[in-house]
């Protein structure tokens, strides 16, 4: 009895779900965080170490897919959350055009392999859950809100939707704020089934308008005469080759100590602190809004588990190190999941099988196009949005930390921004409160240390750190 097996194991009727349920949420969030396999070798393939060379783009779509595929099946597995891993964006781009431009590539990514060393020892002891807990109840909503709000601006600009320019204002509709082109109107019109499916509440909704939308844009990519960058990193088309061999060169391509021969011990500490930073609580929020949106957070507001997903999380990010896939990172596009109804690990067996199958379908997996898959996360942002009515915005102490964790995420492009200004803020408000008895030493840690990140311009100065 396989399945009563994998309901058994994963708690999947306990949960409330359906084993039906965890296939469409486990296909949802691959297809909705699939374009890690292009952007990922873009990021990194576009840029060159200090001695000029390059990483090869197919390599690189290996590593990615592999290291998604291996660190989202042991999320399942290991903490039993709806929680994909891959490529974290943002550190990606700081490994490719912050830290490699210093160094050798296998420098860089040993910087990213000690920084998943910290991070899982730091789970192991305790710590990184204890901050976690530290949060106080009204700062999770608000970061999930952020959140929801975060991810519904990445599907509105990867559709072009909104695009953002030099001048004012800073982002507008389309270009010179006009809709313009088929791929917005697949966009569009991919929206408007996803929100009426969602209204009606019909089941894989989110699914169904994935699949439907890349249909569509596939025969409009066909029939129309449409450029392909217009559709951005990825075509809608049938592709010539169906598979592609696996190039796995990269493979533990990396030096764990060497960059602290090529730059300062304070540039190399700082580097890593950022990637810390932003590592961690990236994954706090993500954790935080995912299993809040599927319901999972206990009677205190803490997540199930959190323990094991916090430690998987940090040996992702060494794991994308030492194969030169930069960190990996849990994804928030995990919500597409949640939002077709996955309550459990269960679907990362589904959203880690299509990577690893992407090892060798490599064309197949990049047939999605971000006009069909952006939609979901529109929707998913409504979803998550939901949350902001169970904060207390009559306590101006409570509103507006919550208010700037919101407001900050979009706004910088950042969950880490976000969730350090409603920290700061909120320490900051109950010492003028006289209320600091009420903030835990974590809280304040946590605090201080968002102080250094958002000054690490003027540390840099002061500690004399080279460009």
């Not at 204890?130 to 709000?149: E, F, H, S, T």
């Not at 699949?211 to 409009?220: C, D, E, G, Q």
């Not at 990577?355 to 939609?375: D, E, G, Q, S, T």
């Amino acid at each position: 009895m396989p399945v009563r097996r994998l309901d058994d194991f994963f708690r999947i009727s306990a949960r409330g779900s359906t084993v039906g349920r965890e296939v469409r949420g486990g296909f949802a969030t691959f297809f909705t965080m699939a374009y890690i396999l292009v952007l990922n070798p873009i990021i990194l393939g576009g840029a060159q170490d200090a001695n000029g060379d390059q990483l090869a783009f197919g390599q690189i779509v290996t590593v990615t897919a592999l290291v998604a595929a291996i660190m989202t099946v042991l999320m399942g597995i290991t903490a039993n959350l709806p929680l994909a891993l891959a490529a974290g964006l943002g550190i990606n781009a700081m490994v490719a055009f912050q830290i490699a431009p210093r160094m050798s590539w296998a420098d860089a990514m040993g910087l990213v392999v000690l920084e998943g060393i910290i991070v899982c020892v730091l789970s192991a002891t305790g710590l990184r859950e204890a901050v976690m807990n530290a949060i106080p109840a009204p700062l999770k909503q608000a970061i999930g809100v952020g959140i929801g709000l975060f991810i519904a601006l990445i599907g509105f600009v990867d559709a072009g939707f909104t695009l953002g320019h030099e001048g004012s204002p800073p982002l507008s509709l389309g270009t010179g704020g006009e809709l313009t082109g088929w791929p917005v109107l697949v966009f569009c019109l991919g929206l408007l089934l996803t929100l009426a499916l969602l209204a009606r509440r019909v089941k894989g909704a989110i699914l169904i308008s994935i699949l439907v939308t890349t249909v569509f844009a596939i025969v409009v990519n066909a029939v129309a005469d449409v450029a392909d960058e217009a559709w951005g990193l990825t075509v809608p088309e049938v592709p010539d080759d169906v598979a592609a061999s696996p190039d796995f060169a990269l493979l533990g391509d990396f030096s764990l100590f060497g960059a602290f021969g090529e730059v300062s011990v304070v540039t190399a500490v700082l580097l890593i602190f950022t990637l810390f930073l932003t590592d961690f609580f990236d994954t706090m929020g993500t954790a935080v809004a995912v299993t809040s949106e599927a319901g999972l957070l206990d009677e205190e507001g803490r997540v199930p588990r959190l323990g094991r997903l916090l430690f998987v999380d940090g040996l992702a990010a060494a794991a994308g190190g030492a194969v030169s896939a930069s960190s990996n990172t849990s994804y928030i596009e995990s919500a597409a999941g949640v939002g077709e109804g996955a309550r459990t690990g269960a679907a990362n067996l589904v959203t880690g099988g299509l990577f690893a199958l992407a090892l060798f379908f490599a064309p197949l997996a990049v047939v999605v196009p971000a006009r069909a898959a952006a939609p979901a996360l529109v929707a998913v942002g409504f979803l998550m949005m939901t949350q902001v009515g169970r904060i207390d915005w009559s306590d101006y102490a409570v509103g507006i930390p919550a208010f700037l964790a919101i407001a900050v995420m979009p706004f910088t492009f950042s969950i880490t921004n976000g969730i350090g200004a409603g920290f700061i803020a909120w320490v900051v408000l109950r010492v003028v409160l006289g209320r600091a008895r009420e903030v835990s030493w974590l809280l304040w840690l946590a605090a201080g240390l968002f102080v250094v990140y958002f000054g690490i311009d003027p540390v840099e100065q002061l500690f004399g750190v080279d460009d």
